[in-house]
């Protein structure tokens, strides 16, 4: 990680709908992006998994599934596996759980979002994609609680306007963007420096 | 000035270590993020002010402390979790373990049992009743009492039933319960072989001389030096051709024991000590 960096990851969570809004969002970053992004994709408990695989094969960034232990690294998106929770720990590292589902999901973006702002505190930049039910609100709101950048697809052209109408009804959002422009302003801000 | 969230992670490691000190219970090496999640909710639910608060409170009062470790270890379960493991259980590991007189297996971190009574349903399927003896272990004693009731809620048999037929069961499931209101009480038959006992994983001694070991998303909440030392417990648990199983997204490649396992085949997580 660059210690010289304002940011030190992206957390993305996204539920129905996903797999298209993940090609343009993930097929939008370079090769050479600077954050490592961390993404909770609900999906049924046994269809996935490939999807990792599948976007990995057309898109410049490295895409896999999360390993326990795993440093996060710059240039790589991490996907939740299916039936584990995904966290990050304060050194960097990921961790999994079988912990109950919250909001009726495992894995859920509300764990994934609220470890991460206690890992990277102002430096961490939130995504809510489309989807349905409201997991992830909360954690949108610990994010922006820390200092960190929330960023909200525009309810009015994503698929399901569930998810992110709740994140927005939870959190007054830094940016609220179709999906088009999430990239293009991820790549800006993964370029911000600390402020001496 | 130190950051309120800097002070809460020193109260959390003051917490443990008091624990440690007074109790025995070591989570000083359990991976922190999940530990702080448990331990906030635990506080909330508990509401004293803060960690020194309550540190006060359980370091002198044994039933606040079962309390709290019942709220930080995660007992989530299911019969016949990941079917496909169970099914390469029964059709790999079982015929090997057919060859032995007597089989003993030791389930660690049993949790209220789901996993234990699936093997053993899945024995007596495979003609091996009376040869084996399941020592199911745990920390939790709210949950080990549970296991040994064997009785859940009725809801849970759905998808336990679905699991037991994906992971090639060979009955009905409903044979091995008896539906009560909103219970299920598995039936005797299963329990006879199963010994659910309490240990610690952190600090007891290993048991002996078993033909296999499971122990599935546990170690998940571990770091990686204790990782090391409870993987070392169980290989000094286990005899040669024993059968090393960990959980879907566990893995022995990388561990100082890793040279001694072969895994069956690629991603069951099925590791076969080899003979010397
Ligand atoms: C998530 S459950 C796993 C249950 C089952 N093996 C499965 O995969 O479905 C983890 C269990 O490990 C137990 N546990 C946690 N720390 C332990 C320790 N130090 N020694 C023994 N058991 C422990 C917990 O109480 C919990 O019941």
Same mark, same amino acid.
């Given at each position: 990680m660059h210690r010289e960096l304002r940011f030190c990851a992206v957390v993305v969570g996204v539920s129905m709908g996903g797999v298209e809004a993940l090609r343009v969002l993930l097929g939008g970053l370079p090769q050479d992006f600077r954050l490592p992004v961390i993404i909770v994709h609900h999906t049924s408990p046994d269809s996935q998994s490939n999807l990792a695989a599948l976007l990995d094969s057309f898109c410049p960034l490295r895409i896999k599934e999360a390993d326990e232990e795993e440093k996060?690294?710059?240039?790589?998106?991490?996907?939740?596996?299916?039936?584990?929770?995904?966290?990050?720990?304060?050194?960097?590292?990921?961790?999994?759980?079988?912990?109950?589902?919250?909001?009726?999901?495992?894995?859920?973006?509300?764990?994934?979002?609220?470890?991460?702002?206690?890992?990277?505190?102002?430096?961490?930049?939130?995504?809510?994609?489309t989807g349905g039910g409201s997991d992830g609100s909360g954690g949108l709101k610990t994010i922006k609680d820390m200092g960190g950048i929330t960023i909200v697809q525009?309810?009015?052209?994503?698929?399901?306007?569930?998810?992110?109408?709740?994140?927005?009804?939870?959190?007054?959002?830094?940016h609220v963007l179709p999906l088009k422009g999430i990239a293009p302003l991820l790549c800006a801000l993964a370029e911000r420096k600390k402020e001496q | 000035m130190m950051k309120t969230s800097d002070i809460e992670n020193i109260e959390i490691s003051l917490l443990l270590e008091g624990i440690f000190d007074v109790y025995g219970y070591d989570f000083r090496e359990y991976a922190e993020a999940s530990l702080k999640r448990r331990l906030t909710q635990w506080l909330h639910k508990t509401g004293f002010a803060g960690f020194s608060e309550a540190q006060a409170v359980v370091l002198r009062d044994r039933e606040l402390f079962s309390d709290l470790l019942d709220g930080i270890t995660v007992n989530v379960s299911e019969m016949f979790r990941d079917p496909q493991f169970f099914k390469?259980?029964?059709?790999?590991?079982?015929?090997?373990?057919?060859?032995?007189?007597?089989?003993?297996?030791?389930?660690?971190?049993?949790?209220? @049992? !789901?996993?234990?009574?699936? /093997?053993?349903?899945? #024995?007596?399927?495979?003609?091996?009743d009376g040869h084996y003896r399941i020592y199911a272990t745990d920390i939790n004693e709210r949950v080990l009492q549970q296991a040994k009731e064997g009785v859940y809620p009725l809801e849970r048999m759905r998808q336990f039933t679905h699991s037991y037929q994906t992971a090639g069961g060979k009955r009905d499931f409903a044979d091995y319960y008896t539906a009560r209101y909103d219970r299920a009480i598995l039936s005797q038959k299963l329990k006879n072989n199963i010994v659910f006992a309490s240990h610690n994983l952190t600090v007891d001694a290993?048991? @002996? !001389?078993?033909?296999?070991? /499971?122990?599935?998303? #546990?170690?998940?909440?571990?770091?990686?030096?204790?990782?090391?030392?409870?993987?070392?417990?169980f290989d000094g648990s286990l005899s040669n051709g024993g059968f090393l199983c960990l959980g879907m997204k566990e893995t022995l490649s990388g561990r100082c024991i890793s040279g001694g396992y072969k895994e069956l085949a690629r991603g069951t997580r099925i590791y076969r000590k080899q003979y010397a």
């Open positions: 996060i690294e710059a240039g790589t998106a991490y996907f939740a596996p299916p039936n584990y929770h995904l966290l990050l720990e304060r050194d960097g590292t990921l961790s999994l759980s079988v912990d109950m589902p919250v909001c009726f999901a495992r894995p859920s973006v509300d764990v994934l979002f609220e470890s991460a702002a206690k890992a990277c505190g102002p430096g961490l930049i939130g995504i809510i994609m525009d309810p009015l052209e994503a698929e399901a306007d569930f998810m992110p109408r709740s994140a927005l009804a939870a959190v007054k959002a830094d | 390469a259980i029964r059709e790999v590991v079982v015929p090997h373990l057919k060859t032995y007189p007597f089989i003993k297996i030791w389930v660690a971190g049993c949790a209220a @049992g !789901e996993e234990a009574y699936s /093997l053993a349903i899945l #024995l007596c399927e495979e003609g091996l290993g048991l @002996g !001389e078993m033909q296999t070991v /499971l122990c599935r998303n #546990l170690l998940i909440y571990f770091r990686p030096a204790l990782k090391e030392r409870v993987l070392t417990l």
